[in-house]
Structures are given as structure tokens and as C-alpha cells.
């Protein structure tokens, strides 16, 4: 094995980049460790978040596979029965539905169906969301499915330094992990910091202090929600923000304390809001917080139907002036 | 073989005979086809047939017995393997014990073979488990637990397959794995069984294509039992099954499904070769349910007149006791096979009766490896409320 140089200093990478030197720890660290996917070998995958690997790890430990997804997560399942440890690459969100059998029948209940002798500790790692201005299924937020199947965790990271560990915890657990990528933010820098302790995975994070009105979310609607709060600040409106971070399960205290200070909340998302993540969120906070609520929880989320085309994506995806719309009305109540 | 001249062969030329060594009444006659596997032969004597006979009498047996019990309502839903015994005998008798087999639903005799005891079968069928038995435990020689959806497994058995050559590459410190390349010697194989219905889902199609590419030492056995419940295979398939697999670049060949020793011999043969780094095979196996497709369906609503009792002429079991009567075994075996299987039957339905139900607490248990705050906190809800009936009742 050749001695792998992996991040040493406090450095500003883009998010791709920071996931991809997370995956470049993780492999150093344990030769389970193993990737598989679609052109994530010469190429380093579309988004480059591979790259360089092949090269450093051999193509017996960096995966060009067949082009079927299906083959992808079941074959991975079958390498885990092996004790190996897969990470996979799901080119694009809106691909992910042909190995959503392997995922939801199989990958989730394996553990369950063999009474805990058997652990699944795969990782599939999915670029999604909007912002990127592309075709057809590749701008898409399928992380509800998921979070509603038992058996699985699911994961955003906003940041470069939380994608940087989280993608390292994700593969360090024993479950099963969906790691949702937010390709809007792949090219966005932020400092990573290897030597700091990570938190553990599935911890949500105040990414702003404020008193008037709590808003959460995670992904790249963090940076949605932060320029919200910008916005409100110089209005004369404290936001909270919440990162949440993880999908599920969702770290609740932070959120409830939050509410419970501020009395007002807005969940934000870019999925459709029907039985969606902001729709179980919103129903814990009224049950969980419901004398600390000076008013109804809003959701603001994409509308119900299919991802737009394109040139009208702006007006699906929640902005900032749609999140301070939200807060209005709940600071109006 | 009904599916052997079913269609007009649109891919040029006859199909050959299935390979097959014992005629329908158990003469040893082979096939012109079979004499190329006739060498793996070499080695099995009547010992090793008597056993192969204890076995499918024995699993007859108790599979007979769980269909009674799902009719008698013990048993939420049983799936019969009666007439598939003979592929399934020789089959898993051509295993070795490093091997790895990743069954359907039906591979009771090849599950209790590899170790897996019948009672930890049936207990799934009881509705106490959605597993049985412990994969990890060599008692279980193996075993991967049943998949019941149709083709799931074929993917997990190729990436155990993969992973067995990624072991070899990493002993011999071999870090590269090229698209296309010759396969490395494992010193184990993989097989996985599912049947002619599922051979028309994407999972077995797209394992193909990763077994192929990454020349898996794997053995796909398909058992064409002629019917996907009431569905006969000419909906599935416009050829015989067997030449899907040569267009994806692996070796394939078609098996009288009702020959132990033709299922020996060819999946020796094809073991070995995917052990020593030849690639995957397939088989085709031409055999026939005798029973239902399971306890919930009724074949007399769509099978032809006449297609049962023409199969059970060519029943697996009658014609291996013919060679063994060929061989000079007498009828004091045979009566002590089976009573031997009859009182074991008797054993196993007693044990199924008095299974006892889960823990319910283990419904929480194995979801995860690591704490999930909200299945913990459900867990102590649920402890909490079934407490409290135990309280009022006191």
C-alpha cells in the first residue's frame, strides 16, 4: 500500500473537495473501505467528488461499475455480507429509484431480518437538490423516502468541514447511511478543520443565534436560511437558525430549545411539502412544544409537483424572500 | 422436456438435449450431452447416492408435513419444493463446505443440507422470525437466509462473489480489478438459486452483466419449474433461459432438472471453474413443481390436463431409487429411509407447534447497530405500556 497523504493543516476547500478528502481518510484508515459507482474512476465521477482516488487506492478499491443502480447497492449489500465496507455513488438524485427496491426491501431490514448478526455499513452518497439549472432528474430531493424507512439514517452536510467528517462518520457506522450531497454547494468553500473533534453524527447545530423566530433546515437551504436571516436582522427580525444536518434520525432537543426560547418556527425545505421531512418536523415541534408555540409552525418547501424545468426553477425552490414571507406571518400571528 | 422444444429457435439452430444420466425410470442412460461431464461422476458411488436419497425422501417428508400444517392454519403460507428435490440434491451436494449459497424460497433441501436445521426454516413460514437462522454461525454452512423478493439475492450473491475475488486480489497483493480482465483463483464459489418467473426481473439480469464483468466465481441455478405461480415460462421468455445467459458472456448450460446426478456433475464442474478463476456459470434446471406454488394458489385452475402426471412419471426421487436398485440396494433401505424421514417429520412438526413467539422487545432490538434516540425512545414507551396492563390486571 502506498502511503496516502491525507489532510493535515486547517485548510479552505470546496464542499466536493472536502468529501472527497474525507473519503481519502477513510480509505487510509481501513482497507474494508471500498467505492463503487458510476465513472467515479479515470473521471473521478461528474462532480469530481472521487477524484484522484483510482489512482491513489487501485481499481480493486475504487469501483468503475456497470451502469445499473440496482446492481450497484445489491452488489454492494452482497460486499458487506463480506465484510467489506462500501461507499456508493448515485450519479444523480432522480437515479437513485431503480435500487430503491435494494435500498427500502433490502439494505434497510437485513440487519433486522438476520436478529443483529449481520450489520450493513454502507454508505450511499447522493448529489442532490436544485440550484445547479439542469434537465430532468438530476435536480431532485428524494431524501423522504428514506427518512420514512426504517433501518436507514439519511444526512445533509452544509458545510465543507461537516461534509468532511460526516462523511468519514457515515462510513465509521454500522448502519446503513444515506448521504445526501447538495450539489449547489460543491463548488462553495468553507474552512475544514481535520483536528477538530467532531460531533457526532447525527447532532443538529445552531447556525445562528437569534430571539424572535426559529427557522431550520439542512443542506443548501442553510445558506437560504442564513441569507433569510440576514435579511430579517437589518428589519429588525432576530432569526435562529437551525442546521439540522441529519435527516433522520433528527436530533429534536436543540430545535425544541430553540422554540422554546423564540416561540415561532419555520421548517424550510426543497422538497415537496406532502408527508415530507418538514411535515414530521413541524407535527414533534406541536407535539413535543406545543405551549412554547406563540403560533401555527410553517413549512416553506418546494410545491407538489415534479421538479420544474429549468428556467422556472427559481420560482419552485424556496428563496429568501419565501422563508421571510413565512416569517412574517408567524411574527404577524 | 416441454420448454427444451417450446420455440422456434429465432437464435439459429436446435437447442442441444439437456444433459441428463438417469432415464426416467432411474437406468443409468446418458445423454450424448452428458458425456462431457461424465468425469465429475468419477468419484460418487453408492454411498453418496444412498445419501442423496435420504436427503430428498427426508425433505419430502417434511415439507409434506408443513403443507398440512398450513392447512390445518399453523403455518401463515408454505412453499413446497415436492419434484424439485433432485436438482436441489445434486446441486448442493457439489458444494464444498467454503462455498457460499444465497437461496430463494424453495431451497429447503439445499438449506438443511449446507446445516440449517428444517425447524429454523419453518419457523418463517409460522410467522416467528423474518430470518430463521444465523448466517455467521458455520453450523449454517453458509447459508445466506431466503429472499421472498424474486431476485434480490442474485445481486448480494454476486457481490459476495466479487468480494471473494477482491480477498484473493488482496492475499495476492493485487490492487488493481480491470474491466473485462480473466477472474483470480478464490478456492470458493458462490451460488445462487432463483426460478424461471424471476428470470424476467432487472435485479438477475443486471448481477449478470457485474457477474460477467467482474468474472465472479459464482453459479447462477435457475430451477424451471414451468410456472411463476400460474404464469407459464413461455410468458417469460422466448427462449430457453439458459441462452439469456450466454449473451451476457457466461457459460450456460440445460440440465434434466430431475437428475440428481446430472445437477451433481454439472454444478461440480462449474464450481470448480468459478473457484479456480474461470468465471460464472449458469444452469438451467428442468424440473417441475409437483404441489402449488405455494400454499395459496390452486394448479388445477391453470395447469394443463395431463402435465402432473406426466412429471410425476419423471419424479426425482423414484429415479434415483432406480439406480440405487440398479446398484443392489434392497428394500430393507429403502423401507428404513422412510420411516427414518416419517418419524423425523413427525419430530419437526411437534418442535413448530410449540415454537415460541419472539421477544417482543426485538422488534426494537436489530433495526440498528447504534442508538436511534427515536426507536429508543419507542422502546421505552412500548416497555412502559404493556407494563401498565400487568399492573391493572395485578
Known amino acids: 500500500m502506498t502511503e496516502i497523504a491525507t489532510l493535515a493543516e486547517r485548510t479552505t476547500l470546496p464542499v466536493a473537495r472536502a468529501i472527497n478528502e474525507g473519503l481519502r481518510t477513510a480509505m487510509a484508515a481501513d482497507d474494508r473501505v471500498l467505492l463503487m459507482g458510476e465513472d467515479i474512476g479515470p473521471l473521478g465521477g461528474v462532480f469530481r467528488v472521487t477524484d484522484k482516488l483510482q489512482a491513489e487506492f487501485g481499481s480493486a478499491r475504487v469501483l468503475d461499475t456497470p451502469l445499473a443502480e440496482a446492481g450497484i447497492v445489491g452488489s454492494a449489500i452482497g460486499l458487506a455480507l463480506r465484510g467489506y465496507r462500501p461507499v456508493v455513488e448515485i450519479q444523480f438524485d432522480g437515479f437513485i429509484f431503480p435500487a430503491f427496491n435494494q435500498i427500502t426491501t433490502q439494505l434497510a431490514k437485513i440487519r433486522a431480518r438476520h436478529d443483529g448478526m449481520v450489520d450493513m455499513p454502507i454508505v450511499i452518497r447522493v448529489p442532490y437538490g436544485g440550484h445547479i439549472n439542469s434537465i430532468e432528474h438530476h435536480e431532485e430531493s428524494p431524501e423522504a423516502y428514506f427518512a420514512h424507512t426504517p433501518g436507514l439514517r439519511v444526512v445533509a452536510p452544509s458545510t465543507a468541514n461537516d461534509a468532511y467528517w460526516m462523511i468519514q462518520q457515515s462510513i465509521a457506522s454500522n448502519d446503513p447511511v444515506l448521504f445526501f450531497e447538495p450539489k449547489a454547494k460543491y463548488w462553495h468553500k468553507g474552512e475544514v478543520d481535520p483536528a477538530a473533534p467532531a460531533v457526532e453524527l447525527h447532532q443538529s447545530r445552531v447556525a445562528r443565534v437569534g430571539t424572535d423566530c426559529t427557522v431550520v433546515g439542512f443542506g443548501a437551504m442553510v445558506t437560504t436560511l442564513l441569507q433569510a436571516a440576514e435579511i430579517a436582522q437589518a428589519e429588525g427580525t432576530s432569526i435562529e437558525v437551525i442546521d439540522l444536518r441529519t435527516v433522520s434520525p433528527i436530533d429534536y432537543e436543540p430545535l425544541l430549545a430553540s422554540v422554546r426560547k423564540t416561540g415561532r418556527l419555520v421548517v424550510a425545505q426543497e422538497a415537496s411539502g406532502n408527508a415530507s421531512v418538514g411535515s414530521e418536523i413541524a407535527a414533534t415541534v406541536a407535539e413535543r412544544a406545543f405551549y412554547s408555540l406563540q403560533a401555527p409552525v410553517l413549512r416553506v418547501s418546494g410545491y407538489d409537483v415534479p421538479f420544474p424545468a429549468a428556467a422556472i426553477e427559481p420560482l419552485f425552490l424556496p428563496d429568501a424572500d419565501r422563508v421571510l414571507e413565512a416569517v412574517d406571518r408567524t411574527m404577524h400571528y | ?394
Request: aromatic share 8%; glycine share 10%.
Open chain 2, 1 to 394: 422436456m416441454s420448454t427444451h422444444s417450446m420455440i422456434d429457435p429465432l437464435h439459429g439452430g436446435a437447442d442441444p438435449e439437456p444433459i441428463r444420466f438417469l432415464d426416467d425410470d432411474g437406468a443409468y442412460a446418458p445423454s450424448a450431452t452428458a458425456a462431457a461431464f461424465a468425469d465429475e461422476l468419477a468419484n460418487v458411488g453408492v454411498d453418496d447416492f444412498s445419501q442423496w436419497y435420504r436427503d430428498m425422501v427426508g425433505t419430502r417428508a417434511f415439507d409434506t408435513e408443513c403443507t398440512h400444517l398450513q392447512r390445518q392454519g399453523q403455518l401463515a403460507l408454505w412453499v413446497p419444493s415436492v419434484g424439485q428435490e433432485g436438482c436441489q440434491v445434486g446441486l448442493v451436494r457439489a458444494t464444498e463446505p467454503q462455498d457460499h449459497v444465497f437461496p430463494a424460497y424453495r431451497e429447503h433441501l439445499v438449506a438443511n443440507v449446507r446445516g440449517v436445521d428444517r425447524l429454523a426454516i419453518a419457523a418463517q413460514f409460522r410467522g416467528m422470525t423474518h430470518g430463521g437462522w444465523d448466517i455467521t454461525d458455520p453450523a449454517n454452512g453458509n447459508v445466506h437466509l431466503y429472499t421472498l423478493v424474486l431476485g434480490s439475492q442474485t445481486q448480494h450473491a454476486t457481490g459476495h462473489a466479487l468480494g471473494q475475488v477482491l480477498d484473493a486480489k488482496r492475499r495476492a497483493g493485487d490492487t488493481a480489478l480491470d474491466a473485462g480482465e480473466a477472474g483470480i483463483e478464490t478456492g470458493e464459489a458462490t451460488m445462487v438459486f432463483y426460478g424461471d418467473g424471476t428470470s424476467s426481473q432487472g435485479d438477475p439480469n443486471e448481477a449478470m452483466v457485474f457477474a460477467a464483468s467482474y468474472q465472479t466465481p459464482e453459479v447462477f441455478v435457475v430451477q424451471n419449474n414451468g410456472w411463476a405461480i400460474s404464469v407459464p415460462v413461455t410468458r417469460q421468455s422466448r427462449t430457453p433461459l439458459y441462452r439469456r445467459a450466454l449473451g451476457f458472456g457466461i457459460r450456460a448450460v440445460q440440465i434434466d432438472g430431475n437428475d440428481p446426478l446430472a445437477a451433481y456433475a454439472v454444478g461440480r464442474r462449474y464450481l470448480r471453474l468459478a473457484r479456480e478463476g474461470a468465471g460464472p456459470g449458469y444452469i438451467e434446471a428442468l424440473t417441475y413443481r409437483i404441489g402449488a406454488h405455494t400454499t395459496a394458489d390452486d394448479p388445477t385452475r391453470y395447469r394443463p390436463d395431463g402435465e402432473l402426471e406426466a412429471w410425476q412419471l419423471r419424479d426425482p426421487i423414484r429415479r434415483l431409487e432406480g439406480h440405487l436398485r440398479s446398484l443392489g440396494v434392497d428394500d430393507a433401505f429403502f423401507a428404513e429411509v422412510a420411516e427414518t424421514a416419517d418419524r423425523e417429520a413427525k419430530v419437526v412438526r411437534d418442535q413448530i407447534l410449540t415454537l415460541p413467539a419472539p421477544d417482543p422487545d426485538s422488534m426494537f432490538a436489530h433495526v440498528y447497530a447504534e442508538p436511534h434516540p427515536r426507536i429508543d425512545e419507542q422502546r421505552a414507551w412500548f416497555a412502559r405500556y404493556e407494563s401498565s396492563f400487568e399492573e391493572s390486571t395485578a
